[in-house]
C-alpha cells in the first residue's frame, strides 16, 4: 500500500493541518517509459501551496483528493523505462508527498551518489540549486562587480543565488527574517551582507548596504522588502522574478510604480524552472564540481516521517525553516 497525503479542502490563508488528509491506496503500475519508486527523501516547495487554491498560477489547481505537489528522491522498485533499472536511485519533480510514486519524462533523472548524498539532489543539486542556475545565470547575465541583491536569502534558492554571484565575481546581499538567518547568509554562504527586514530601520539598512546600487534584483519575496529594493535599481538592472512567497497565503501588497521600467530599461523576467530542464545536464556539471569542491553548500532542514509533512510545510510558509526543508521516510 501506499499512504499518501492528499489536499482535503482548499486553504485559507495559512494552510491548516486540517486542510489535508492521510489516503491510503494500492502501489500503482508503472506505464510505459515510466518507473515505480519508493521514496526516501521528500523536498518541500512553497509553489506547493500556490496550487491549493482554486485560480490558475502557472499551472493547473490542484483538485481536492490530489497527492500535493513535491519533488522526491526514490529507489526504483520496478522499471518499464529504456535507461532506468530495479535498485537505481532517481529524482523526480512530482514524486508527491506520499511513500510512493509512479514517474517518467523529462522530470524524472537518475542521482550520482558519488557526487553527492541523496538529499543533496533535492537541494543544492536538486530544484533549488537548479532554480537559483538557471535564474541568475540566464535571466540575471552576472558580470563581476555587479551588485546581486537576494529575498529570502538564508532560504534554499536564495543561498544558492547568493553563492553563485560570488563565484561569479559579484557583490552578494542579502535580505531575510531576523539576525540568525542574516548571520547564515554571511557567514555560511559568503554573503558580503545581509539585512534583517524585520529590522525598524531595515530600508535605510539596505541603502548602506548597496551604496553603488543594484544590478540585479533576485525576487523570492515580494512585498516590502521588493518594494524597497525597487528604489535601488541602477541603470539596465535585471530584475528576475522567481517567487512571491508573501503573497502565496492570499495577502497582496501594495505594488511599486512600473515607471523604472521605462526610464531605466530595466528587463524584468519571470521564470518558472520546469520550462529549462533540458539545462539539467550542464547544471549538473558545473553545480556538481562546485559541491564537489565545496564551493557551494546548504544547510538543510530535515525532520522525519509522512505525520512531519504538513508541520513542516507550515512552518516553512512562515518562515520558521533554516534551510531546505526536507523530510526523511
Ligand atoms: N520560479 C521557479 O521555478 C521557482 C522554483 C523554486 C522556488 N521558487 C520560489 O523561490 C522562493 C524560495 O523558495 P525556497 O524553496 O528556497 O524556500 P525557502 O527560502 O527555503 O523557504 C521559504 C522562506 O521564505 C521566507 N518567507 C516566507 N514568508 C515570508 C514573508 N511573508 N515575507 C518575507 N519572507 C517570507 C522565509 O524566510 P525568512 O525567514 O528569511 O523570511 C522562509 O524561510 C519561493 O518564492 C518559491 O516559490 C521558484
Given at each position: 500500500?501506499?499512504?499518501?497525503?492528499?489536499?482535503?479542502?482548499?486553504?485559507?490563508?495559512?494552510?491548516?493541518?486540517?486542510?489535508?488528509?492521510?489516503?491510503?491506496?494500492?502501489?500503482?503500475?508503472?506505464?510505459?517509459?515510466?518507473?515505480?519508486?519508493?521514496?526516501?527523501?521528500?523536498?518541500?516547495?512553497?509553489?506547493?501551496?500556490?496550487?491549493?487554491?482554486?485560480?490558475a498560477s502557472y499551472t493547473?489547481?490542484?483538485?481536492?483528493?490530489?497527492?500535493?505537489?513535491?519533488?522526491?528522491?526514490?529507489?526504483?522498485?520496478?522499471?518499464?523505462?529504456?535507461?532506468?533499472?530495479?535498485?537505481?536511485?532517481?529524482?523526480?519533480?512530482?514524486?508527491?508527498?506520499?511513500?510512493?510514486?509512479?514517474?517518467?519524462?523529462?522530470?524524472?533523472?537518475?542521482?550520482?551518489?558519488?557526487?553527492?548524498?541523496?538529499?543533496?539532489?533535492?537541494?543544492?543539486l536538486g530544484t533549488s540549486?537548479?532554480?537559483?542556475?538557471?535564474?541568475?545565470?540566464?535571466?540575471?547575465?552576472?558580470?563581476?562587480?555587479?551588485?546581486?541583491?537576494?529575498?529570502?536569502?538564508?532560504?534554499?534558492?536564495?543561498?544558492?543565488?547568493?553563492?553563485?554571484?560570488?563565484?561569479?565575481?559579484?557583490?552578494?546581499?542579502?535580505?531575510?527574517?531576523?539576525?540568525?538567518?542574516?548571520?547564515?547568509?554571511?557567514?555560511?554562504?559568503?554573503?558580503?551582507?545581509?539585512?534583517?527586514?524585520?529590522?525598524?530601520?531595515?530600508?535605510?539598512?539596505?541603502?548602506?548596504?548597496?551604496?553603488?546600487?543594484?544590478?540585479?534584483?533576485?525576487?523570492?519575496?515580494?512585498?516590502?522588502?521588493?518594494?524597497?529594493?525597487?528604489?535601488?535599481?541602477?541603470?539596465?538592472?535585471?530584475?528576475?522574478?522567481?517567487?512571491?512567497?508573501?503573497?502565496?497565503?492570499?495577502?497582496?501588497?501594495?505594488?511599486?510604480?512600473?515607471?523604472?521600467?521605462?526610464?531605466?530599461?530595466?528587463?524584468?523576467?519571470?521564470?518558472?524552472?520546469?520550462?529549462?530542464?533540458?539545462?539539467?545536464?550542464?547544471?549538473?556539471?558545473?553545480?556538481?564540481?562546485?559541491?564537489?569542491?565545496?564551493?557551494?553548500?546548504?544547510?538543510?532542514?530535515?525532520?522525519?516521517?509522512?505525520?512531519?509533512?504538513?508541520?513542516?510545510?507550515?512552518?516553512?510558509?512562515?518562515?520558521?525553516?533554516?534551510?531546505?526543508?526536507?523530510?526523511?521516510?
Amino acid at each position: 500500500m501506499n499512504r499518501r497525503i492528499v489536499l482535503a479542502r482548499r486553504p485559507v490563508g495559512m494552510p491548516r493541518p486540517e486542510d489535508f488528509a492521510v489516503s491510503e491506496a494500492e502501489l500503482p503500475e508503472p506505464g510505459d517509459g515510466q518507473v515505480l519508486l519508493r521514496h526516501s527523501w521528500l523536498g518541500l516547495a512553497p509553489a506547493a501551496r500556490l496550487r491549493m487554491g482554486e485560480e490558475a498560477s502557472y499551472t493547473r489547481p490542484m483538485a481536492i483528493g490530489d497527492v500535493v505537489y513535491g519533488q522526491a528522491v526514490g529507489t526504483v522498485l520496478k522499471s518499464r523505462h529504456p535507461e532506468l533499472r530495479e535498485g537505481d536511485m532517481v529524482v523526480t519533480i512530482s514524486g508527491g508527498w506520499q511513500e510512493h510514486s509512479v514517474a517518467g519524462g523529462s522530470g524524472l533523472s537518475r542521482i550520482d551518489l558519488s557526487i553527492a548524498p541523496a538529499a543533496a539532489w533535492l537541494g543544492a543539486l536538486g530544484t533549488s540549486g537548479m532554480t537559483a542556475y538557471v535564474g541568475l545565470l540566464d535571466h540575471g547575465r552576472p558580470r563581476p562587480g555587479d551588485t546581486v541583491l537576494v529575498s529570502a536569502a538564508s532560504g534554499a534558492v536564495g543561498c544558492m543565488v547568493g553563492q553563485l554571484a560570488r563565484l561569479k565575481g559579484c557583490r552578494a546581499i542579502g535580505i531575510a527574517g531576523g539576525p540568525v538567518k542574516c548571520e547564515l547568509a554571511r557567514d555560511l554562504y559568503g554573503f558580503d551582507a545581509c539585512v534583517d527586514y524585520r529590522a525598524p530601520d531595515f530600508a535605510e539598512q539596505l541603502v548602506a548596504a548597496c551604496p553603488d546600487g543594484v544590478d540585479i534584483l533576485f525576487e523570492n519575496v515580494g512585498g516590502a522588502g521588493r518594494d524597497a529594493a525597487w528604489a535601488l535599481l541602477n541603470q539596465r538592472a535585471r530584475v528576475v522574478v522567481c517567487g512571491l512567497i508573501s503573497e502565496y497565503n492570499g495577502e497582496h501588497a501594495s505594488g511599486p510604480s512600473w515607471f523604472p521600467i521605462l526610464f531605466k530599461r530595466l528587463s524584468l523576467s519571470g521564470f518558472i524552472l520546469s520550462d529549462h530542464l533540458d539545462r539539467r545536464p550542464e547544471f549538473v556539471r558545473e553545480m556538481g564540481a562546485w559541491y564537489a569542491a565545496g564551493q557551494v553548500r546548504m544547510k538543510e532542514d530535515v525532520r522525519h516521517g509522512l505525520a512531519q509533512v504538513v508541520p513542516s510545510f507550515i512552518d516553512m510558509l512562515g518562515g520558521a525553516n533554516v534551510g531546505k526543508t526536507l523530510i526523511s521516510l
